[in-house]
């Protein structure tokens, strides 16, 4: 089966340039915080393991005696191709070069590079989970990798996660109608409800009108709950009082609309305000949002039961502007959760396909449901 023709958006098919970079190169370098190659500090990639049908994995072997790739069953072990591994380094290259300024949210991938994951036995360039693996790791990894670690010589399978930087900036948390926070509000009335709840704008919503309304009639509000009670768990389960600490955050993004969004930003304005009178606010505050933070990207959500598991067991791979492929390991711990810290921000999300910014009234109280997102910033710092 082919893939030529076949559209997916840059952040899939960087998974596949992953692969063929790897295999290209033999080697993973790590990042330091600010996103930079330690140029000392690598992985040496043995092979990557991948599933596309049902009754088969396949093994990708780097043999650098001999500067191959070969591809095994691994079941039978038997060697199916054995493949220069400078093909898949051009490969690599085309693919980046091919797709990297294409408009679209889908794009497909140029014909030679179609071809040559034919030959090489790749029918979805997006792979699914090694069932096996997945099992063992959990379900939030996009490749599998046996490595050895340059410094300690450890031969390891890792899962790693894959962003990409050439394409839209991806989400680290996604919204969801399961992901709002709930405010109770005060000089609130059925007038003022049904006024506010009328508000629009030619963009949908007109959020920034909705909020410089709710100034005008000096409308208060106070944090009352996660509306959904597994969201309410999770974050438990994060911190005891995350979820009242990301409250503050939501608010300071949507109602008191504070200019920078990023999460380091947000959260020196939390300590300053210290709602929850933290003995060491800077610290504190710093942590906890670097835990949720941590959480969500290691398979944490709003909507679906979280046993307190980190499910990447490798980390996480990033692909550069300029098709560099950096990583973040389980040993670059704190390196990692700086990283995000420094550079995630607080994300506006539409009101109607999320369902918020409307005031509900409930046993004679009225109720303001807010959500954000978290999103990686653009720029690298």
Known sequence: MSIQGKKLNKGEWAEFYVMLKLLGEGRLYT???????????????????RQEIETHILEYEVDKTHSVVIIRDQTSLQALLSVPCARFLENAQDLFNGIKNLKGKSVPAPDSVCQFAKFIYVQKPKAPSVKALKKQFGGKN??????????????SVMGFS?????????????AGS????LYKLTNCSDKIMKEFNAISDKAGRGWTKCRKYLAEKNITMDFEKVQNLVYHNNLFLVGESMEKILAWCVKDRLIDSQKNHEAKETVERLALANPLAAPVPNI???KAVKDFLMA??????????????EQVNGGYIVVMDDGDVLCYHSNDREAFRDYLYRNTYFEYVSADKFAWSYIKKENDN????????????KKTR
Do not use: H
């Open 31 to 49: 990042a330091n915080n600010l996103l930079e190659k330690n140029v000392n500090s690598y992985l040496d990639v043995l092979k990557i393991i």
């Open 142 to 155: 996009d490749i599998f990798i046996e490595v050895r670690d340059s410094q300690t010589a450890i031969v």
């Open 162 to 174: 894959i962003k990409s930087k050439f394409a839209q900036s991806p989400t680290l948390f996604n």
């Open 178 to 181: 399961s992901s709002q926070f």
């Open 284 to 286: 504190y505050y710093e």
């Open 296 to 309: 969500g990207f290691t398979g944490m959500t709003a909507g679906k039961e979280w046993n307190g598991k």
């Open 366 to 377: 009225y109720y303001l449901p807010l959500n954000i997102s978290v999103r990686f910033c």
